[in-house]
């Protein structure tokens, strides 16, 4: 039972460097997340997905951008990245209907210096 | 988010209950959520309650919902180093809010 996947698990980038962090999820579920998890500050929501093709803004999205071309498949893209966006981050996933709970990756912590 | 309130530390001893507190926001929430996060992991569902209820046990494990009040609490009976963890409790409206958790300190 893979769940959700998240790679990598950890990466250390400098600034102004690009990456993409993966999320697959072998559930078939039509939901997709991407959260970053601080120190003090819980769990926010960057961005999100309801399906295959869609994507949709949380509450902290700006300096992140995301693709869901495959619904098993959920990315997370850095373009330049910056020492505010050291965090650690987890993708999670649901199925359609809304009360359903949340699964989540193992996370992937990235340290930008 | 969305002002899902927790306290963000609770030290208690071996063998005591635990309570963790949540106020969350909207009283249209439909189910409220319980999570665990263990150090360097993500976060595993430990329990849900149904907004119609006021109370859920399961094991060691009593959810009690104050609706008027929107107050949740996670009671953890006879509690044990391996609860060691932090304790996010969540609800569910449009979309899903988290608490900034509770990080629950064990001591032997």
């Known amino acids: 039972n893979a769940g959700v996947t998240q790679t990598p698990k950890f990466r250390v980038l400098k600034t102004g460097q690009s990456m993409t962090l993966l999320c697959a999820q072998d559930?078939?579920?039509?939901?997709m997340y991407w959260y970053r998890q601080d120190p003090g500050m819980g769990l926010r929501l960057i961005h999100y997905?309801?399906?295959?093709?869609?994507?949709a803004k949380g509450e902290v999205p700006d300096g992140y951008n995301v693709s869901r071309l495959k619904k098993q498949n959920f990315l997370l893209g850095l373009e330049s990245a910056a020492p505010s966006q050291t965090s650690v981050y987890f993708c999670?996933?649901?199925?359609?209907?809304?009360?359903?709970?949340?699964?989540f990756g193992d996370g992937t912590r990235l340290s930008i210096l | 988010g969305e002002d899902v309130e927790q306290s963000l530390f609770l030290s208690v001893r071996e063998g005591d209950s635990s309570v963790i507190n949540c106020t969350y926001t909207d009283s249209s929430s439909t189910y409220l959520y319980w999570y665990k996060q263990e150090p360097g992991a993500g976060l595993q569902l430990l329990t849900y309650i149904f907004s119609n209820m006021d109370m859920k046990q399961d094991q060691r494990l009593t959810v009690l919902l104050n609706k008027k009040d929107k107050h949740l609490s996670l009671r953890i009976a006879d509690t044990q180093t391996g609860d060691s963890a932090i304790y996010f409790c969540?609800?569910?409206?449009?979309?899903?809010?988290f608490g900034t958790g509770t990080s629950l300190t064990v001591i032997p």
């Open positions: 999670a996933s649901r199925p359609g209907h809304l009360n359903q709970p949340q699964h």
């Open positions: 559930m078939n579920h039509e939901y």
């Open positions: 997905s309801v399906g295959e093709g869609t994507t």
């Open positions: 969540a609800e569910s409206r449009n979309q899903f809010y």
